[in-house]
């Protein structure tokens, strides 16, 4: 059984640092593409960072470039998302997500390819 789990969130202040770390386990595909999505309070949910298997030219939306740096480390089976210069738009609960192809879809940030996906874990930046 597929299992995804998210850990690293937690409070912090404008400008500064959190790095969110996710373990896949479980998953019928061995180093699939891999994607960070958030989703802020009355907000839908949007696609922050997405990895290829071979780690070469990941994805970002265009608020994060820049400032966030997806890697991953395929002998751990863990995807990294580090944060920095944080704004209070950053804020919301984080998920990681495990995908189904080795590559991200042109439509990985809506969602599409992603088949495992985590709990969640909690960014706030306070101002």
């Known amino acids: 059984q597929a299992q995804v789990v998210e850990s690293g969130g937690g409070l912090v202040q404008v400008g500064g640092s959190l790095r969110l770390s996710c373990t896949a386990s479980?998953?019928?595909?061995?180093?699939?593409?891999m994607g960070w999505f958030r989703q802020a309070p009355g907000k839908e949910r949007e696609g922050v960072a997405c990895?290829?298997?071979?780690?070469?030219?990941?994805y970002y939306t265009d608020s994060v470039k820049g400032r966030f740096t997806i890697s991953r480390d395929n002998a751990k089976d863990t995807v990294y998302l580090q944060m920095n210069n944080l704004n209070p738009g950053d804020t919301g609960m984080y998920f990681c997500?495990?995908?189904?192809?080795?590559?991200?879809?042109?439509?990985?940030?809506?969602?599409?390819?992603?088949?495992?996906w985590g709990q969640g874990t909690q960014v706030t930046v306070s101002s």
């Open positions: 990895i290829t298997r071979g780690g070469v030219d990941p």
């Open positions: 479980g998953l019928l595909l061995d180093d699939p593409a």
């Open positions: 997500a495990a995908g189904q192809y080795a590559y991200c879809l042109a439509s990985w940030s809506s969602g599409s390819g992603f088949l495992s």
